[in-house]
T-cell receptor, first 112, second 109 residues
Framework: NAGVTQTPKFQVLKTGQSMTLQCAQD?????MYWYRQDPGMGLRLIYY???????DKGEVPNGYNVSRLNKREFSLRLESAAPSQTSVYFC???????????FGEGSRLTVL | QKEVEQNSGPLSVPEGAIASLNCTYS??????FFWYRQYSGKSPELIMFIYSNGDKEDGRFTAQLNKASQYVSLLIRDSQPSDSATYLC?????????FGTGTSLTVIP
């Protein structure tokens, strides 16, 4: 049982480059989330998708876009990467009636 | 802005002692409360959740919730070196999960 799978695990970008972080879950969860984690800042919500076909902004959405491709997949795109987007990104999912968030292993992104 | 506050620590306790971790939250409408453990370089993993006022025990862990005071805590009894990690408090409001910045715990053998 894979749970939540994120790719890539590591990525180095130059300022202005674009990239997409992929996330897929095999637990038939309705809701999916993208967080970033920075030292001293905790986990901050970028975007979430409460159900297939819907997406909403979280606390720090600027510079990001998302796509809920289907129930399994939720991607995060950086159109023009900036050094301030250097962070560890976590995808998570939940079936709301239990409330537990299941996390992927994280994607470490460095923007030079 | 919904806020979740934790003492960042570091908190150090000797092996076998009780570790007490605290969390306050700003949104009175918060519905569910979670404690996650995160080892360095790893993703968060759920330790406990609590929905109702009072205590909830699971092995060496006890979660305590006081909605009137907007306070949730985690007690770890008989602390072990393997408990050394960062502990994240999370609360839900609607479909969103809000996290504190975490408390770093070190258990000294």
């Amino acid at each position: 049982n894979a749970g939540v799978t994120q790719t890539p695990k590591f990525q180095v970008l130059k300022t202005g480059q674009s990239m997409t972080l992929q996330c897929a879950q095999d637990m038939n969860h309705n809701s999916m989330y993208w967080y970033r984690q920075d030292p001293g800042m905790g986990l901050r919500l970028i975007y979430y998708s409460a159900s297939e076909g819907t997406t909403d902004k979280g606390e720090v959405p600027n510079g990001y876009n998302v796509s809920r491709l289907n129930k399994r997949e939720f991607s995060l795109r950086l159109e023009s990467a900036a050094p301030s987007q250097t962070s560890v990104y976590f995808c998570a999912s939940t079936r709301l009636n239990t409330g537990e968030l299941f996390f992927g292993e994280g994607s470490r992104l460095t923007v030079l | 802005q919904k806020e979740v506050e934790q003492n960042s620590g570091p908190l150090s306790v000797p092996e076998g002692a009780i570790a007490s971790l605290n969390c306050t939250y700003s949104d009175r409408g918060s519905q569910s409360f979670f404690w996650y453990r995160q080892y360095s370089g790893k993703s968060p993993e759920l330790i406990m959740f609590i929905y109702s006022n009072g205590d909830k025990e699971d092995g060496r862990f006890t979660a305590q919730l006081n909605k009137a005071s907007q306070y949730v805590s985690l007690l770890i009894r008989d602390s072990q070196p393997s408990d050394s990690a960062t502990y994240l408090c999370a609360v839900t409001s609607g479909n969103q999960f809000y996290f504190g910045t975490g408390t770093s715990l070190t258990v000294i053998p």
